[in-house]
């Protein structure tokens, strides 16, 4: 008896990638250039995304640059910590 697989035949390793004209361009793939990283999932309450959203699309009318939610992030994340840093190196309570 032969048992058949229920898989497609395309994207099994080893079979060969299109060619030429039916190649699509793709991202490159791994991790972005640059300092080293990790990716941090967080779950943000919906409120909260429609703010940051809001927030980025004003910062893009105001400098007419892209930003997205994951730099903005970083840079508040970093900000915040640094801010922090600052308060215990004074001597700071609490």
């Not at 697989?5 to 990638?17: A, E, N």
């Not at 793709?26 to 999932?41: A, D, F, M, Q």
Request: proline share 10%; charged share 25%.
């Amino acid at each position: 008896m032969t048992v058949k697989s229920c898989r497609p035949m395309g994207g099994l390793p080893g079979t060969q990638q299109p060619v030429g004209d039916q190649a699509t361009a793709k991202k490159p793939v791994g991790r972005p250039p640059g300092e080293p990283s990790t990716i941090v999932n967080v779950r943000l309450p919906l409120p909260l995304v429609a703010e940051l959203d809001r927030y980025l699309d004003r910062l893009e009318g105001q400098t007419g640059l892209k930003a997205n939610r994951g730099m903005i992030t970083r840079r508040a994340l970093a900000l915040f910590l640094a801010s922090h840093a600052a308060e215990d190196g004074r001597g700071g309570e609490g």
